[in-house]
């Protein structure tokens, strides 16, 4: 990575501060792997950092102005995640290395302004919490889906971006924060995973990616729940909500067009290719296309 | 509870909501907002399709039989609009150019007025003016009507429908579709029509390949150009089959294109625009014939007909210009087309042509008479178009044309090449402008117009060193 003095500075208070959100150490070593340095650097920018009293001079905790510092590049990070996801057309997979780039560039003035203009988000796409201009946040909440034994169900708040090959995994199969999944069955090394009436099967390694917290009390999960897009033609549904993986100006179109909780939609003319398929929508036939129809929730009606 | 207790207490609070809370709170209040509205708003009419119109859905947008009702649809209203216009189109040649011209002549012999001032009125600006409106209007007038009715009556939403997943793949919008067979009529008003495309990205593609549709003024060119010189080639029972089927590989290369460019751009330069999808199937409904045929013939053919002529009036006073206007005894044309005689061998083309479409950028339809005009200029040839430098005019049969082109060195590569880079090069200026009205960004109206010219300079380039390679080297 070829990066310059202040970039590297503060990619290393942003990885010491995820190491203190987390609750785990940091090192030297951890560091040099993170950043891809050779160790003589690492030395050399911790002696830095120490100078400039951003790291305490014995141990890996960051200062107050050092922590401060970093809650600002994280709070910059996150929101413009954030802002990539809401308003923008960019692929989930370039989010991160592009944030990683910005982030730095972006003055508290910017992120101010970046914040007000995204109507102040708590939580970036990946469920991560946006440190405020105050540098609150939150108490890490959840522990990892791979510590749950099987017919436990829950709710995700988070899912770790990287790598990215395994997190596709998880965003093809339309997993998001705040999705209601169960565990159906644990085997050896994978687990049978059940959302909106779909099936997967996960690699421990992969679902080790999914943070999860307990239903809250009454909840349950709801077996009768599922997607818009496994409505055959001529069956009737009520839309119970739409997944939040239908972000921004899409959001706001289908909202527009009735899909809202409560509305009932029937199928009614599919493309012989299988998408877009027509829904009735409030007395109109809409045509949505087979990922859009992914991340609409609903429950089929009985005729 | 002290003020600052209260806003601790909040932002604690604050953290302790779901993650989609705001998502969910705007969906509750469009959900509550339906519910008051059904509650409060009867509706008359049916609620639900009648069977006559589920079965008319299905025939239409079925697997076998929804392609050839639309290529039979598309078909028809190209063949009314080409054999319905040839007619009007020779009225008004007739009144315009053969006796409005020589009538505007002789007017301004007998008022005596200089002969530049002339030359620049009525050869340049009012000769043009006159070629645009023959040749642009009729087709317009039927095509736009036409289409129109598809529209009102609802099956063109269909065709975007059954072409939704092929436009997918590249990253497009189904009514792509719509907007690239409007473009068929004429470009400007294809651009026009990509405001049904609500999804940013989507209609910025649209905007931007809108110009591989075969538009009414580049039609001409082609069937000209496969009838000269592409039907001669075979034998004569099946010269016209050979032409038509050239002229319709060029514009099926035009579709190719689109699909092409339109997966480059969203994978490329538009990658971050942001994008959406939904296409509304209307119920069908009998089109109004009276609203049909005012709002297309005021909203889309006269708009984009004065458009054309604003443009194309200055593009006459500027190419009788430079036709007359002498450096060390050339004109100006001469030393462009000897510049550009280099440039033009490269891609199969020469510097007669290229200066026919650097003057001719305000209408395609020009490009023609204006290639002809130059042609006798340079070669001085005699027994066709003897009005004089500047002045445009019209092959009077196919072997006249074909005579004077071969004098001029034209051969069957300069047509072949020609017929490519009249479907790839830059837009009219009456589009570039629409494009500019539309997009109100510089860069997208600079991609728009320069990505077709690199297209049409790349695929000439290599038409013209491949048949060379084989054909050898002349």
Same mark, same amino acid.
């Given at each position: 990575?070829?990066?310059?003095?202040?970039?590297?500075?503060?990619?290393?208070?942003?990885?010491?501060?995820?190491?203190?959100?987390?609750?785990?150490?940091?090192?030297?070593?951890?560091?040099? #792997?993170?950043?891809?340095?050779?160790?003589?650097?690492?030395?050399?920018?911790?002696?830095?950092?120490?100078?400039?009293?951003?790291?305490?001079?014995?141990?890996?905790?960051?200062?107050?102005?050092?922590?401060?510092?970093?809650?600002?590049?994280?709070?910059?990070?996150?929101?413009?995640?954030?802002?990539?996801? @809401?308003?923008?057309?960019?692929?989930?997979?370039?989010?991160?290395?592009?944030?990683?780039?910005?982030?730095?560039?972006?003055?508290?003035?910017?992120?101010?302004?970046?914040?007000?203009?995204?109507?102040?988000?708590?939580?970036?796409?990946?469920?991560? =919490?946006?440190?405020?201009?105050?540098?609150?946040?939150?108490?890490?909440?959840?522990?990892?889906?791979?510590?749950?034994?099987? +017919?436990?169900?829950?709710?995700?708040?988070?899912?770790?971006?990287?790598?990215?090959?395994?997190?596709?995994?998880?965003?093809?199969?339309?997993?998001?924060?705040?999705?209601?999944?169960?565990? *159906?069955? @644990?085997?050896?090394?994978?687990?049978?995973?059940?959302?909106?009436?779909?099936?997967?099967?996960?690699?421990?390694?992969?679902?080790?990616? /999914?943070?999860? &917290?307990?239903?809250?009390?009454?909840?349950?999960?709801?077996?009768?729940?599922?997607?818009?897009?496994?409505?055959?033609?001529?069956?009737?549904?009520?839309?119970?909500?739409?997944?939040?993986?239908?972000?921004?100006?899409?959001?706001?179109?289908?909202?527009?067009?009735?899909? $809202?909780?409560?509305?009932?939609?029937?199928?009614?003319?599919?493309?012989?290719?299988?998408?877009?398929?027509?829904? @009735?929508?409030?007395?109109?036939?809409?045509?949505?296309?087979?990922?859009?129809?992914?991340?609409?929730?609903?429950?089929?009606?009985?005729? | 509870?002290?003020?600052?207790?209260?806003?601790?207490?909040?932002?604690?609070?604050?953290?302790?909501?779901?993650?989609?809370?705001?998502?969910?709170?705007?969906?509750?209040?469009?959900?509550?907002?339906?519910?008051?509205?059904?509650?409060?708003?009867?509706?008359?009419?049916?609620?639900?399709?009648?069977?006559? *119109?589920?079965?008319?859905?299905?025939?239409?947008?079925?697997?076998?039989?929804?392609?050839?009702?639309?290529?039979?649809?598309?078909?028809?209203?190209?063949?009314?609009?080409?054999?319905?216009?040839?007619?009007?189109?020779?009225? !008004?040649?007739?009144?315009?150019?053969?006796?409005?011209?020589?009538?505007?002549?002789?007017?301004?012999?007998?008022?005596?007025?200089?002969?530049?001032?002339?030359?620049?009125?009525?050869?340049?600006?009012?000769?043009?003016?006159?070629?645009?409106?023959?040749?642009?209007? =009729?087709?317009?007038?039927?095509?736009?009507?036409?289409?129109?009715?598809?529209?009102?009556?609802?099956?063109?939403?269909?065709?975007?429908?059954?072409?939704?997943?092929?436009?997918?793949?590249?990253?497009?919008?189904?009514?792509?579709?719509?907007?690239?067979?409007?473009?068929?009529?004429?470009?400007?008003?294809?651009?026009?029509?990509?405001?049904?495309?609500?999804?940013?990205?989507?209609?910025?593609?649209?905007?931007?390949?809108?110009?591989?549709?075969?538009?009414?003024?580049?039609?001409?060119?082609?069937?000209?150009?496969?009838? $000269?010189?592409?039907?001669?080639?075979?034998?004569?029972?099946?010269?016209?089959?050979?032409?038509?089927?050239?002229?319709?590989?060029?514009?099926?290369?035009?579709?190719?294109?689109?699909?092409?460019?339109?997966? /480059?751009?969203?994978?490329?330069?538009?990658?971050?625009?942001?994008?959406?999808?939904?296409?509304?199937?209307?119920?069908?409904?009998?089109?109004?014939?009276?609203?049909?045929?005012?709002?297309?013939?005021?909203?889309?053919?006269?708009? $984009?007909?004065?458009?054309?002529?604003?443009?194309?009036?200055?593009? #006459?006073? &500027?190419?009788?210009?430079?036709? +007359?206007?002498?450096?060390?005894?050339?004109?100006?044309?001469?030393?462009?087309?000897?510049? !550009?005689?280099?440039?033009?061998?490269? /891609?199969?083309?020469?510097?007669?042509?290229?200066?026919?479409?650097? &003057?001719?950028?305000?209408?395609?339809?020009?490009?023609?008479?204006?290639?002809?005009? !130059?042609?006798?200029?340079?070669?001085?040839?005699?027994? &066709?178009?003897?009005?004089?430098?500047?002045?445009?005019?019209?092959?009077?049969?196919?072997?006249?044309?074909?005579?004077?082109?071969?004098?001029?060195?034209?051969?069957?590569?300069?047509?072949?090449?020609?017929?490519?880079?009249?479907?790839?090069?830059?837009?009219?200026?009456?589009?570039?402008?629409?494009?500019?009205?539309?997009?109100?960004?510089?860069?997208?109206?600079?991609?728009?117009?320069?990505?077709?010219?690199?297209?049409?300079?790349?695929?000439?380039?290599?038409?013209?060193?491949?048949?060379?390679?084989?054909?050898?080297?002349?």
């Amino acid at each position: 990575m070829d990066m310059n003095e202040q970039t590297l500075i503060q990619h290393t208070l942003k990885f010491l501060a995820e190491c203190e959100y987390e609750g785990l150490s940091a090192s030297a070593e951890t560091i040099a #792997g993170k950043l891809t340095l050779p160790p003589g650097q690492v030395d050399q920018l911790l002696q830095d950092l120490r100078e400039a009293e951003l790291l305490e001079v014995d141990c890996f905790e960051l200062t107050a102005s050092g922590r401060e510092y970093a809650l600002h590049v994280l709070q910059a990070h996150r929101l413009y995640e954030t802002y990539l996801a @809401r308003k923008t057309g960019l692929p989930e997979s370039v989010w991160h290395k592009l944030a990683d780039e910005r982030e730095h560039a972006l003055s508290k003035d910017d992120v101010k302004k970046l914040a007000e203009e995204l109507g102040h988000p708590r939580f970036d796409p990946h469920g991560d =919490p946006i440190p405020t201009s105050t540098g609150e946040m939150p108490v890490k909440r959840g522990k990892s889906l791979v510590e749950y034994p099987a +017919n436990w169900a829950g709710r995700v708040v988070h899912i770790e971006d990287e790598p990215s090959n395994l997190y596709s995994r998880i965003a093809e199969a339309g997993i998001t924060t705040d999705t209601v999944l169960r565990i *159906e069955r @644990r085997n050896e090394n994978e687990m049978h995973i059940r959302v909106e009436g779909e099936a997967f099967i996960f690699h421990d390694t992969v679902a080790a990616q /999914i943070t999860v &917290v307990e239903l809250e009390a009454g909840e349950t999960y709801d077996d009768s729940v599922e997607r818009l897009s496994s409505l055959r033609i001529g069956e009737k549904a009520e839309i119970i909500g739409m997944s939040s993986l239908c972000r921004g100006l899409e959001r706001n179109r289908l909202l527009d067009l009735g899909v $809202v909780p409560g509305t009932v939609t029937t199928a009614e003319l599919m493309n012989p290719s299988g998408s877009p398929v027509g829904y @009735r929508l409030r007395g109109a036939c809409i045509a949505l296309r087979k990922q859009q129809a992914d991340h609409i929730r609903i429950r089929k009606v009985r005729q | 509870m002290k003020p600052e207790e209260i806003v601790e207490r909040a932002s604690e609070l604050r953290w302790k909501l779901p993650q989609d809370y705001h998502d969910r709170w705007v969906e509750s209040i469009y959900a509550e907002s339906g519910r008051i509205a059904s509650r409060n708003v009867e509706q008359q009419g049916k609620g639900h399709r009648l069977t006559w *119109e589920r079965r008319l859905d299905s025939l239409l947008t079925n697997r076998w039989t929804g392609m050839p009702i639309m290529v039979f649809m598309l078909a028809t209203v190209l063949w009314l609009t080409i054999e319905g216009a040839n007619l009007p189109s020779g009225w !008004l040649a007739t009144i315009l150019v053969e006796n409005g011209h020589p009538f505007l002549k002789g007017l301004a012999d007998s008022a005596h007025l200089p002969w530049w001032l002339s030359g620049v009125l009525i050869d340049g600006l009012y000769l043009t003016m006159a070629w645009v409106i023959s040749v642009m209007l =009729p087709p317009m007038a039927i095509f736009f009507p036409l289409f129109t009715i598809l529209e009102d009556f609802g099956y063109l939403p269909r065709v975007a429908f059954n072409l939704d997943h092929l436009f997918q793949r590249v990253g497009a919008h189904g009514k792509q579709a719509l907007t690239m067979s409007m473009g068929w009529g004429c470009n400007a008003a294809g651009i026009v029509a990509t405001r049904v495309i609500d999804s940013p990205r989507e209609r910025l593609i649209a905007i931007i390949t809108n110009n591989f549709a075969l538009c009414n003024g580049r039609w001409p060119t082609q069937i000209l150009l496969a009838t $000269v010189f592409l039907g001669v080639l075979a034998p004569p029972a099946i010269a016209g089959l050979v032409s038509a089927g050239a002229v319709l590989g060029v514009a099926l290369l035009g579709v190719m294109l689109t699909f092409l460019s339109s997966w /480059i751009l969203s994978r490329t330069v538009l990658k971050g625009e942001t994008s959406t999808f939904t296409l509304e199937l209307p119920p069908f409904r009998p089109p109004n014939l009276l609203r049909t045929l005012y709002t297309s013939l005021i909203d889309r053919t006269l708009i $984009v007909l004065w458009r054309a002529i604003v443009f194309a009036a200055p593009a #006459g006073v &500027v190419l009788w210009s430079i036709c +007359n206007i002498q450096l060390d005894n050339t004109s100006l044309a001469q030393w462009m087309i000897n510049i !550009l005689n280099g440039p033009g061998w490269l /891609i199969g083309l020469n510097g007669v042509i290229l200066v026919a479409y650097i &003057v001719a950028i305000p209408a395609n339809e020009i490009v023609v008479p204006t290639v002809l005009m !130059l042609t006798v200029m340079t070669t001085g040839v005699t027994g &066709v178009g003897e009005q004089g430098a500047g002045v445009m005019f019209d092959a009077s049969g196919d072997s006249a044309l074909a005579l004077l082109l071969n004098t001029a060195g034209w051969t069957t590569l300069t047509a072949v090449c020609l017929m490519l880079f009249s479907l790839c090069h830059n837009p009219c200026s009456t589009t570039i402008y629409t494009i500019w009205k539309e997009t109100k960004s510089l860069k997208w109206t600079l991609v728009s117009t320069l990505m077709p010219v690199v297209f049409g300079i790349v695929i000439c380039g290599f038409v013209a060193f491949f048949w060379r390679m084989f054909t050898g080297w002349s």
